[in-house]
């Protein structure tokens, strides 16, 4: 290799380690301060104290804000859906009014909380605040809870009262009735 060859090598490769170290100082979030009005928008239900044992041990951030959530610190006290979702996942997007038509029938009967994964939290307020989920979720960066249950997203988790998981729907659903007849199945509360 020659020395202009290796001169040019060596530039490129200043050039990729100084784009990688300012995007490494770039932070992907906005401040929660910036994130505030799109929380009051969404007007996203309060995040679970936790939501069982059988969840990945992770501390995750409350989409709609408010305390971090500890998956495991405690059971939800009641039987729930875990469904995790993204902005960018067309199957999520498309169960969506199944869902908040789900939640509006259940009432306080069956919890409903969403995982946010892989996604801004701008994007998935957004989002909510667009297609009217009420229901919380928390932020899932890592995409660590959607890797401990594939595959998908959606990936939605049935959870009776103590947290365990006593079912696993991978993919959308097809409809309202749909999950009404799994929530009875697998959850035994009819909607």
Partial sequence: MTRAQWAALVGVAVLLAGAFAVRGQQSPEPEAADLAPLREAAALADCPAGLGP???DLVLPCLGG???VDLRSAAPGRPTLVN???TWCPPCVEEVPDLAA????????????????????????????????????????????????????????FLDAQGRVVHKRSGKFDDVAEIEALVAEHLGVSV
Avoid: H, I, K, Y
């Avoid at 701008?122 to 401990?148: C, I, K, T």
């Fill in 66 to 68: 408010g305390e971090d």
């Fill in 84 to 86: 995790v979702w993204a």
């Fill in 102 to 157: 789900f939640a509006e029938r259940a009432g306080g009967r069956v919890g409903l909380v969403g995982v946010l994964t892989q996604d801004p939290q701008r994007n998935g307020l957004e989002f909510a605040r667009q297609f009217g989920m009420r229901w919380p979720s928390v932020v899932d960066d890592q995409g660590e809870v959607f890797r401990a249950f594939r595959p998908g997203p959606p990936v939605t988790l």
């Fill in 54 to 56: 059988e969840l990945p």
